[in-house]
């Protein structure tokens, strides 16, 4: 399997180059040169198979350069009972008969990102040590996905992580869940700023081409390819939990900020997993919902970001959609590249009046909704009365809009991505008491700290780092 760039303009690459790059030499993302189709008979011999055993047959299809047992002995080690409290990694509960929540949000830290995360640590130190590098992660987070990567690569030798998270800005949960690693890799370095000033401060340092290189610095970010992969997996564990046969037809539900976890569900549908509907569900950060209703593409300036209780849904732009608009496009990288010169250039684009448009209303099987505060409160309330369950603010916008789709024909997965705990105080103010916490994390708020503070100069951070990677 070779890589291309959605700009059309990069040399095609293999799954271990493009494993720990960022962006395409051509400003694009990495996609496979086709999606691979699996036939009846495969996807019948899939059903029975343990989560390990699942990612390792849907990820040889895309990393067809590691070695198998190499690829099958990661995917082991990455799902374990241990990390992830239950064999089945990601169970299904079921709410009522056709009605269901797949948990994948029982890792480290409590959140979908894990799921990826726990994969990217095992394959980042796998290659690493064959091809002899080390690397710097240097990220930026607001909270879930840093505190996911650092579980993940907590203790790999050939790795350190730089994670910039804004001072005072975080829950006080995440924070702990952070600050609270005591790991000679792991550097957490707390900005007098707000997110945006770590994400410059990240920038600026990538853009210094010398010192990227001299210190081998590398990303974790959401538009790396094999969290992608990672995450098409738990679409197919979700289907073969919720149905008998596979001739079954149903919908997933997936609350949405980058398009990562709704972007693996359209390629688990590519390759021929029998699914219905993705149902997009965003907060008041609506411009996917938007994009699905119009046909119209316009990011939001971070100025016009709105804090929610969702606040890993507040999203100005969804940087994983250029692929998806690569592939309705008849993956046209001409196309996209004219495309996203419209966003730069004129705040947007239109695709109503195309072709992709009608590719997408009728076969992607995407449909969209969105949720306010009080509409997260409601559905809490409700699914805490009707099915005995507390769910998270992110969950919840997904259930939000899956309830009022009512298709009561289809099953409907909608995918928790975050565990109730972690949001503390929403769930407070819906349902007047905090929710329980699962066990080792009691009390994580008060367990020693550690962080460096750091003003939001890009010099400061680039010394920081020399004299520590
Ligand atoms: C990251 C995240 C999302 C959004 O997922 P995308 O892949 O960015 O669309 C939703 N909920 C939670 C809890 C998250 O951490």
């Not at 303009?9 to 996609?31: C, H, M, N, Y």
């Not at 909270?143 to 910039?164: I, N, P, Q, W, Y």
């Not at 600050?179 to 957490?188: R, S």
Request: proline share 5%; aromatic share 8%; charged share 25%.
């Amino acid at each position: 399997m070779r890589y291309l760039s959605t700009r059309g303009r990069a040399a095609p690459q293999a799954f271990t180059d493009i494993l720990l790059e960022g962006l395409a030499s051509d400003g694009g993302l990495a996609v496979p040169e086709q999606w691979p189709r699996l036939s009846a008979t495969q996807l019948e011999a899939m059903r029975g198979l343990t989560y390990p055993q699942l990612a390792f047959e849907v990820l040889r299809l895309f990393a067809d350069d590691l070695p198998g047992a190499e690829l099958r002995a990661l995917t082991a080690r990455a799902y374990t009972a241990d990390v992830f409290g239950t064999p089945d990694i990601t169970p299904l509960k079921t709410l009522s008969p056709n009605f269901h929540l797949l948990a994948c949000s029982n890792g480290p830290t409590l959140a979908f990102k894990d799921i990826a995360m726990q994969l990217l640590g095992h394959l980042f130190e796998s290659v690493l040590e064959r091809q002899g590098r080390t690397l710097n992660i240097l990220g930026a987070t607001s909270g879930d996905t840093g505190s996911a990567a650092e579980h993940a690569l907590k203790g790999k030798s050939r790795v350190k992580v730089f994670m910039l998270s804004p001072a005072g800005r975080m829950s006080p949960f995440q924070r702990a869940q952070m600050y609270g690693l005591d790991e000679p890799n792991i550097f957490n370095l707390a900005v007098d700023g707000v997110f945006d000033d770590c994400q410059d401060l990240v920038k600026a340092v990538n853009g210094d081409a010398a010192f990227k290189e001299k210190h081998a610095i590398g990303a974790v970010n959401s538009i790396n390819w094999a969290r992608i992969v990672a995450q098409v997996v738990y679409y197919f564990k979700g289907y073969f939990a919720a149905t008998k046969s596979n001739s079954e037809q149903i919908s997933f539900a997936v609350p949405s900020g980058n398009f990562g976890n709704i972007f693996a569900g359209h390629v688990a549908k590519r390759m021929g997993l029998p699914i219905r509907r993705l149902v997009l569900a965003t907060n008041e950060n609506d411009v996917l919902h938007e994009f699905f209703q119009t046909g119209r593409y316009r990011p939001r300036r971070t100025a016009d970001t709105r804090e929610t209780s969702s606040p890993s849904m507040d999203i100005s732009k969804a940087s994983n959609f250029e692929r998806f608009i690569w592939d309705m496009v008849e993956q046209d990288g001409d196309k996209v590249s004219w495309l996203w010169r419209q966003v730069e250039e004129k705040s947007g684009f239109d695709l109503s009046v195309e072709r992709a448009w009608e590719r997408i209303n009728d076969e992607s099987g995407f449909v969209s909704g969105k949720s306010t505060h009080e509409n997260r409160l409601e559905t809490i309330r409700r699914v805490k009365r009707e099915f005995g369950v507390v769910v998270d603010p992110h969950t919840a916008d997904g259930l939000k809009v899956a309830l009022a789709a009512n298709d009561t024909r289809t099953p409907m997965v909608c995918v928790e991505t975050a565990l109730p705990a972690k949001f503390e105080a929403t769930i407070v103010e819906a349902l007047g008491a905090a929710p329980a916490r699962p066990k080792g994390f009691e009390g994580i708020e008060s367990r020693p700290q550690r962080c460096d503070r750091m003003p939001p100069d890009a010099e400061a951070l680039k010394r920081y780092i020399a004299a520590r990677a």
